[in-house]
């Protein structure tokens, strides 16, 4: 088995070292194809990487009806609080809130000076277990908070859901295009591969005839060519990543996980490992399965099959 | 079906597409051991029937029993293996120009998945036989026509079938080569193995006086011998 492994392998590799340009335009071209769809798959994972960064340091503002009394005001507190997903309430008091807001305004007294604190909503805050602190449990969240007991009391349940839809609208119209992409980096590839098998098989169209006349199965015929394909297939995966990494690592010279910019930053993560693999072992897959198309179609027109 | 019977056809047709017959209503039996000319005038069949042996060709009717397998109930799998049992030597050789002597020999064995141990030392015994031994690493562009066809013989033997199959093996080689030729293949018969040799060329039907099946129109005209 091994023996027979080592054999297949070989005559892969002589068959791929007998037309090294065409290898090198094949491996390239998947190359660059891949590159494509893996720098949007790189934005895609930042995009949710981002969305989980805020989703950690949002919390769950619950604004209580100006005017509501505060006993309607505790109630509601004590029922947030046996809420399973909620770690710590807080109550932030209108009289706290009023005065925080003044100090915002600085010197500008006058322009509060004719508002009562009263009329201010009271807001309590939610701080989530940390396994909760994601957009999904945040929105759900939300969700049940008004259905609760006490809950018409509540005037608004605030936790930046604007900003989270608009960046989980980016991301799924983002996702969409990355399954476009991937489609016709498929089929490129599966155009690229099988067109280079076709030729190696070509080139060893005398071989194959004399196997075929001295009885090598169609396994023994088709498997160096399986290989190939498999081959130029990792072989293009590997090229992407690479120039992947390096396009990342130009971006972020710290080598970080983050983009830093003036007021902030941005996480900028490489594609984690498994996805790397996922990447390399299914375009290697792909080239098995374009391999596959190359030989059926050569081997149904030869004579002696 | 007779025990000794090694190769049987029964009303067998072949038809190429919607042309004629190349094969009409043949009927022969082949015994183990047995040295056969297949003759008959150009486009009679020779080649067909050969093909037919092989599996290189199904036919269109009847039926055909080669080493005890019914090629007809044989499935696409089975064919490899059955070619395992039959070597087959034709006219232009069929070498790889870019292997030598022996990489030509060895590939055969190579290609069933033997282990290169049993390779070399079977190679070499087969290249004895034939004759070749001090030529195993020339290139084929480097030898005689007549040694270029004891290289395909040799490759032909090399898994010890128990028939082997000749279509005008001596077709490009001159008079001396070809009676060597034909000595070659009849030591190979006297070594047990079953040999059918199509030809029309009359130095060779003479060289050997052996049963003889003359083909004309895909029909079987005489079987003497
Ligand atoms: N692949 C094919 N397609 C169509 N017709 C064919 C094919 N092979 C052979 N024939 C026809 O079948 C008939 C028998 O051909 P075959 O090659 O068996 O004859 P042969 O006896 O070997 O002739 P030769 O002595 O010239 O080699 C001929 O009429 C030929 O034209
Ligand atoms: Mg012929």
């Known amino acids: 088995m091994v023996a027979r492994t080592h054999y297949f392998l070989q005559q892969a590799l002589r068959s791929m070292r007998h037309a090294p340009w065409v290898q090198l335009v094949a491996v390239s071209t998947i190359g660059i194809s891949l590159l494509v769809l893996s720098s949007m798959l790189l934005v895609l994972r930042n995009i949710d990487a981002l969305s989980s960064a805020w989703g950690q340091q949002v919390r769950l503002v619950v604004f209580v009806r100006a005017g509501e009394l505060d006993p309607t005001r505790d109630a509601l507190k004590r029922s947030l609080a046996e809420l399973p997903e909620v770690e710590s309430v807080a109550v932030r008091d209108r009289e706290v809130a009023f005065a925080e807001f003044k100090a915002a305004l600085g010197n500008d007294d006058v322009l509060v000076d004719g508002i009562d604190a009263s009329l201010l909503p009271s807001a309590i805050e939610l701080t989530l277990r940390p396994e909760h602190r994601n957009p999904a449990a945040l929105s759900s969240l939300a969700e049940r908070v008004a259905t609760l007991q006490g809950a018409s009391?509540?005037?608004?349940?605030?936790?930046?859901?604007?900003?989270?839809?608009?960046?989980?609208?980016?991301?799924?119209?983002?996702?969409?295009?990355?399954?476009?992409?991937?489609?016709?980096?498929?089929?490129?590839?599966?155009?690229?591969?099988?067109?280079?098998?076709?030729?190696?098989?070509?080139?060893?169209?005398?071989?194959?005839?004399?196997?075929?006349?001295?009885?090598?199965?169609?396994?023994?015929?088709?498997?160096?060519f399986y290989i190939e394909g498999a081959i130029q297939g990792a072989m293009g995966a590997a090229v992407a990543m690479a120039l992947l990494f390096t396009l990342w690592r130009t971006l972020s010279p710290d080598g970080e996980s983050v983009l830093r910019f003036e007021l902030g930053y941005l996480p900028f993560e490489f594609l984690p490992t498994p996805i790397i693999a996922a990447l390399v072992l299914g375009t290697s897959l792909v080239g098995i399965i374009a391999s596959h198309f190359a030989v059926g179609r050569f081997l149904r027109g030869s004579p002696s099959s | 079906m007779s025990p000794d019977a090694i190769i049987q056809m029964f009303h067998v047709c072949k038809a190429y597409g919607r042309g004629g017959r190349a094969l009409d209503d043949v009927t022969l039996r082949i015994d183990r051991g047995d040295f056969v000319f297949l003759t008959g005038p150009s486009g009679a069949g020779k080649t067909t029937l050969l093909k037919l042996i092989f599996c290189a060709e199904q036919p269109t009717m009847g039926q055909i029993i080669v080493a005890g397998r019914n090629i007809h109930r044989m499935s696409s799998s089975g064919v490899p293996l059955l070619r395992r049992h039959i070597g087959v030597v034709f006219q232009d050789f069929k070498l790889l120009a870019q292997r030598t002597v022996f990489g030509n020999v060895a590939f055969a064995m190579e290609v069933i998945g033997r282990p290169p141990r049993d390779i070399r030392r079977r190679v070499t015994t087969v290249l004895r036989e034939v004759g070749l031994a001090d030529k195993a690493n020339s290139l084929p562009s480097r030898l005689s026509g007549g040694e270029q066809q004891r290289v395909a013989i040799a490759r032909a033997l090399v898994n010890e079938p128990a028939i082997l199959l000749a279509d005008e093996p001596t077709g490009n080689l001159d008079p001396a080569l070809t009676l060597s030729i034909m000595g070659l293949l009849s030591d190979v018969n006297a070594r047990g193995t079953t040999v059918v040799v199509a030809t029309h060329d009359p130095l060779v039907l003479d060289a050997v006086p052996r049963r003889r099946i003359t083909l004309t129109g895909g029909r079987v005209l005489t079987d003497v011998g």
Do not use: C, W
Not at chain 1, 191 to 196: E, G, L, P
């Open chain 1, 153 to 224: 009391a509540i005037e608004e349940v605030a936790y930046g859901q604007d900003l989270l839809e608009k960046l989980s609208k980016l991301r799924d119209g983002l996702r969409d295009l990355g399954l476009i992409i991937a489609t016709l980096v498929i089929l490129a590839v599966i155009f690229i591969v099988s067109n280079t098998v076709r030729l190696a098989m070509f080139a060893r169209r005398e071989e194959i005839e004399i196997m075929h006349l001295v009885g090598a199965t169609a396994g023994f015929i088709r498997a160096p």
